[in-house]
């Protein structure tokens, strides 16, 4: 599976940002997928990740409320709605997919995309 993120760019705290993610090469439907961020200096971090059907959503204590995760199977696509954006978001993310299993929450996220920056300006 080969993973495409883009939509980052330059945002206003307050402010909102779409990304996305496309994905080739597998069963769209059968991966659980997730987005991740790694700030300068830090760990990288789960954001969120939604099952493959996109019946279930989780997400990470520090961005629910405010972000929301959805997918569309039809486009091979997945998408990471970021609203009231924080300079503490500022972060390259990164979309992944598990295995393929079908085991919620995923085990392990095999294939991931080579991310896409965001910075939130104060």
């Known amino acids: 599976v080969q993973l495409q993120a883009y939509g980052g760019g330059l945002v206003q705290a307050g402010g909102s940002l779409t990304l996305s993610c496309a994905a080739s090469?597998?069963?769209?439907?059968?991966?659980?997928m997730g987005w991740f961020r790694q700030a300068p200096g830090k760990e990288r971090e789960f954001v969120g990740a939604?099952?493959?059907?996109?019946?279930?959503?989780t997400y990470a204590y520090s961005v629910k409320g405010r972000f929301t995760i959805s997918r569309d199977n039809a486009k091979n696509t997945v998408a990471l709605q970021m609203n009231s954006l924080k300079p503490e978001d500022t972060a390259v993310y990164y979309c992944?997919?598990?295995?393929?299993?079908?085991?919620?929450?995923?085990?392990?996220?095999?294939?991931w995309g080579q991310g896409t920056q965001v910075t939130v300006s104060s």
């Open positions: 939604i099952s493959w059907s996109g019946g279930t959503t």
């Open positions: 090469g597998g069963t769209f439907s059968r991966y659980a």
């Open positions: 992944a997919a598990d295995s393929g299993v079908q085991h919620w929450p995923p085990y392990a996220y095999a294939y």
